[in-house]
């Protein structure tokens, strides 16, 4: 009987043998690789921590000992380790394990972790909560380094080392990477470290003495800026976490389960909060995640687990594709323009413009309110800066949108990958927040193009404004076929003109092929349709204010949530303009979207060609759509 079949709590971890707890690490590699190869994945972050998580399990009581891993897709062992091994073919598909931590799932999930550089934040006030009630219960957070280059995991430190009484250990997972490797001057001090030839030594010395020589208040010899004084010289001898007046015990061979353990046993037993710096390999154990210089197999889709290739056919270009392209293209023709990605490079398509303007990209680790802010600056400076992240990650910088860039009239331009419905990897990930708030954005243009052709106009478009923030903002999905205009009038493509039209269907982005089926499917019930694009959805055009006062209905799609969306902003110019054709808002709900496939998250909130002319044939047929109210018409929501 394997011993992987044998764990079903963390408890069963604490009896085994040295040479028992090696093969078991073996074992659950090789379940990672098997299982995620088949459902997609975080494969080589989790590769990455095996020995790791199960030496926290062997020192730590979980639950009662609550575990916050950041950003939480390095997870897998842990649910592994907590009785969840059983359920790993439904991982990431619909009513399946989640990508990340789940409170839902298990006891021993505290926290849905699944954006970066918080877990510092939510140990430190747990913690504080145990010592106000008087129970002894020590928090565990593991942060990589790559998180931890967000200033909110410094904000948590220094709270974090002026409380010593505080039961809390950090676990610095190091690998030299977040998504790709880590940059910036953690990263830099980091590498010295780890190349430093001290290092060899301190590794011999956790494994053969650790038990004998106590290194509390160990100088983390130059690894970054000193902080609680201020900025200092960045080869200041004192060790940045020994300078705030944290405890530190490492550097520890991450791989080497004994020496973690007994770090961690000591970094228990001290009562205060200690930092655990472990050194580990990204992908570990697995040939071609450790080969892969780009991610090391950070995610991946279905995989051939004997080869490491992908099991899908070549597919069509997607969206990040044609950006990358067309950056290039751009960087050509305009030397002011620059690119900055917060450790997503290759992932938001930046690689190529990299490559052919390396002075002209600047990454800058998980600091998207870093980025932003810098942008303004860039473009006061007179250059058009782009800032390429997912539109997920947008959420975490809009006090900067709204008071650097907008409010001081900058020209930045914000390239939104995956926006809209992803799917897969859950609440967290969808775009959907990301147009509610550009709309609250005094100045701020919004385009969601439909297509390759109508990005590239967009992007175009949006470098050529320098006093006010641009957005454009695309899916994750592949890039459609092109979708010509039948013509094009006061800045609306009109994609399906019909004689007598009397409902008018709005389409954005990645929705516009929604629009024309829901077009199509009114009129084959006889009610003749037009379909209009209005390529920047914010503002308003005024045009399409008065496109719709000419229909009897206006149904506007939107691959972004109803609340505050195109179709809100829309309905407030139709007021504003005293247009009372009623207009009905397909679009997100607004709550928190479980994991599944983008078709089926689509599916199950009625957002189908079908669901919708069905509610649109409903209404028009029950006579509401007389023109005696100025309302936004709320779409009922379709039960999964």
Not at 546 to 563: F, K
Request: charged share 20%; aromatic share 6%.
């Amino acid at each position: 009987m394997a011993l992987l079949d044998q764990i079903t709590q963390p408890s069963d971890l604490r009896g085994l043998t040295s040479a028992e707890l090696d093969e078991l690490a073996r074992e659950i590699r090789a379940f990672l690789v098997t299982n995620v190869s088949r459902t997609g994945g975080h494969l080589g972050p989790n590769l990455g921590v095996v020995e790791l998580t199960i030496a926290i399990h062997r020192v730590f009581d979980s639950p009662k000992d609550p575990m916050v891993f950041d950003t939480g897709h390095q997870s897998y062992v842990h649910k592994i380790l907590t009785g969840r091994a059983g359920q790993f073919e439904s991982l990431r598909q619909k009513g399946g394990l989640s990508g990340y931590p789940s409170r839902s799932e298990s006891e021993h999930d505290w926290v849905e972790n699944s954006h970066a550089s918080t877990s510092l934040s939510w140990a430190e006030g747990m913690a504080k909560a145990f010592r106000l009630k008087g129970e002894d219960r020590t928090v565990v957070a593991v942060i990589g380094d790559g998180a931890l280059t967000g200033g909110m995991a410094w904000e948590a430190l220094n709270n974090i080392a002026v409380q010593t009484d505080l039961k809390l250990v950090v676990v610095v997972n190091d690998n030299g990477r977040s998504y790709t490797p880590t940059v910036g001057g953690l990263a830099t001090h980091l590498a010295g470290l780890r190349t430093d030839r001290r290092y060899e030594a301190a590794l011999d010395v956790a494994k053969r003495s650790i038990n004998k020589a106590p290194i509390f208040g160990r100088p983390a010899y130059d690894l970054l800026h000193g902080m609680k004084t201020g900025l200092k010289d960045v080869l200041a001898p004192q060790g940045m976490f020994s300078d705030l007046g944290l405890k530190y015990l490492g550097p520890i061979d991450g791989h080497d389960e004994d020496a973690v353990e007994k770090a961690l046993e000591r970094a228990k037993g001290f009562g205060g909060p200690v930092i655990v710096h472990v050194i580990t390999q990204k992908g570990r154990g697995f040939k071609f995640a450790e080969d892969n210089e780009e991610d090391r197999f950070h995610a991946v889709g279905k995989i051939n687990e004997l080869t490491g290739e992908p099991l899908s056919a070549a597919v069509q270009a997607t969206w990040t594709d044609a950006f990358s392209d067309h950056m290039v293209r751009m960087g050509d023709k305009h030397p002011e323009l620059v690119a900055i990605t917060a450790a997503m490079l290759h992932p938001v398509g930046l690689a190529r413009f990299s490559q052919v303007f390396p002075d002209r990209v600047f990454d800058v680790g998980i600091a998207e309110q870093h980025a932003v802010t810098s942008a303004a600056g860039l473009a006061a400076g007179g250059l058009h800066p782009v800032v390429a992240v997912y539109s997920t990650f947008l959420n975490r910088a809009f006090d900067q949108l709204l008071m650097d860039v907008a409010m001081h009239g900058q020209g930045v331009t914000f390239c939104l990958d995956r926006a809209g419905v992803t799917g897969s990897d859950g609440a967290s990930h969808n775009g959907m927040w990301d147009v509610s708030m550009c709309s609250l954005v005094p100045g701020l243009r919004l385009s969601s193009p439909r297509d390759r052709q109508r990005m590239e106009e967009a992007l175009e478009t949006a470098i050529g404004v320098c006093d006010a923030p641009t957005v454009v903002r695309w899916s994750k999905e592949k890039l459609p076929d092109p979708i010509e205009a039948v013509r094009h009038e006061n800045g609306l493509d009109l994609l399906r003109v019909a004689e007598d039209a009397e409902v008018l269907v709005v389409g954005h982005g990645q929705f516009v092929g929604l629009a024309l089926d829901v077009a199509e499917r009114l009129t084959r019930q006889g009610i003749a349709a037009t379909v209009v694009d209005p390529l920047w959805s914010i503002p308003v055009n005024p045009a399409l204010v008065d496109l719709a006062a000419q229909h009897r209905l206006v149904v506007n799609v939107e691959d972004s949530m109803v609340a505050g969306g195109t179709g809100s902003a829309l309905s407030q110019e139709m007021r504003r303009m005293r247009v009372q054709t009623p207009l009905m808002c397909f679009g997100i709900p607004q709550e928190f979207l479980a994991h599944a496939g983008r078709n089926e998250v689509l599916a199950a909130h009625g957002l189908t060609g079908q669901d919708i002319a069905r509610e649109v044939l409903g209404c028009y047929l029950a006579g509401t759509t007389e023109p005696a109210t100025d309302e936004v018409i709320a779409t009922p929501r379709r039960q999964a």
